[in-house]
């Protein structure tokens, strides 16, 4: 493929680059109903609609469930369907978004992230990543407004492709991305469709259409019902490969690319690792170069793919460390301890018994600040040096 | 909006910018801060602001927050929207003030209680950080017709009228 012509540079938002990802992919349908803090992603998309650069349906629903439920039967049919919520709206269409993976609908779907205990914690946070953790869905997670519009359109390519067929949720923190500005890249039209030129040299996928009487979703019971869970599951083994493949790609055609699965930084000589995820990976790539400067052999590892969870290149890229440290914006209920911490530590086999320290920090638009992630990398490199440590610690409750 | 405008105008003089604000409900009227960034290379923190070189302030009734001053850099700057002068230096570590009343140029010049982008154009003329016609050339970005207008106005007034004390 040509390598792409430099894009428009616009000051923009999380959110209005997750709309203009979906706009550069010619959604056939789209529907978001709007929520704190993502509404400005349903806004744009109307204005690109209103301003003739899409000829998207947008459907107006009355709440999210319907959304979902529109652009999975939408998905069925053979188009192409995008949308967005956050928190409670996510949480008001769970039923829907395990029927869009049982049907095999490759809905994308943005997500800023935003805390759910209650319609009143209006703040940011990651427990709406991991209350959707066992629905089926491919989950990544972005770090920068760029990032937000690059991975919206690399998750089109993901979820249609033939050999994977799965909706895709594209997470961005709630507030400390929803809302920041920066300057973004904005791709060329064409150079967006040739990126997604190569599903149309797939088979076509199955449609759900009227007339046309179809068997199609997870409703079989008994062994119909386990071959459809088998197949979905090998699916989203393969969905890890493919997704390091299209992030390979986007990178040679748009010269911006992410690692696919986990980004590395700076962790090849390093003794000790930071596993952080979103937002907060930027601060403390920042730390990271300070730490080194001193000379603590430090690196980050950047989970990106939350589901399916990228064991292999975590595994490779956690061995032989002497100890590591997880930063979560969420808590595991009934474990006490950060929820990528704890699937992490599910990797002990693989990476060796080392210290492993869990840090839960930045709910509900708490600040994952500098001072909190210096702390964790000294208390990490103490670990390392076989001191005593505190396996969980909810930082902002030791201040 | 502002930060969003002053963002882009970093932007045009070729600088990287990240900017955002953080509230809880969105409707008009609540209490709102946002943080804004620039740096000749990229960007990558993405955490509120502890130790501005600047602080805005657009509500005077503000002024009796104790906690106001806290974090800022020593010979930093502060820029006030107020009807009144300021007769001494509010904190130790400020180098320069900018005071101008950008409430009466906004209700003058767009016909609402809307100073922010008045507070822009003192920006420019207190700090020296970045040229008048970089805020005047990124606001059609935000705004169009009539308001455009009033509003450009409104930030030229707020260049020209705002009151620079040094310490």
Redesign the interface.
Known sequence: MAKAQKGQVRVITGNAAAAYGAMLCRPDVATSYPITPMSEVAEQLSAFRADGLVDTEMVEVEGENSAMNVVTAASMAGGRVFTATSSWGLVFMYDAVQQASGFRAPVVMAIANRETPGILAVSGGQQDIISMRDTGWIQIIVEDCQEILDSVIMAFRLAEDFDIQLPVMVNYDGFYLSYLATAVEIPEREDADQFLAPLKQQPERPRLVPGEPLSCGTHGIEIGFMELRYKHCAALERATAKLDEIDKEFGEIFGRSYGGQIEEYRTEDAEIVLVTSGSATGTARTVVDAKRAEGIKVGLVKLRLFRPFPRKRLAEALKGKKAIGVIDRSVGFGWNCGPMYMEIRALTPEIGIIPMLSYIDGLANLDITIPHIERVIDEVSAAAQGKPYQEVTWIPMEE | MA??ML??AF?LEGK???????F???RRGSPVVAFTRFDDKP??????I?TPDCLIVIDPGLLTLPTLFTGLKPESVFILNSPKKLTEQPDENLKIGGVVNATRIAIEEVGRDVPNTCLLGAFAAATGWLELKSILSCLP?YLSGAILERNLKSVERGYREVEVIRW
Not at chain 2, 16 to 22: I, L, R
Not at chain 2, 43 to 48: A, F, P, W, Y
């Open positions: 930060a969003r963002a882009s932007v990287s910018v990240a900017t955002f604000p953080m809880g409900f969105e960007i990558r923190e993405k955490t509120q502890y970005d």
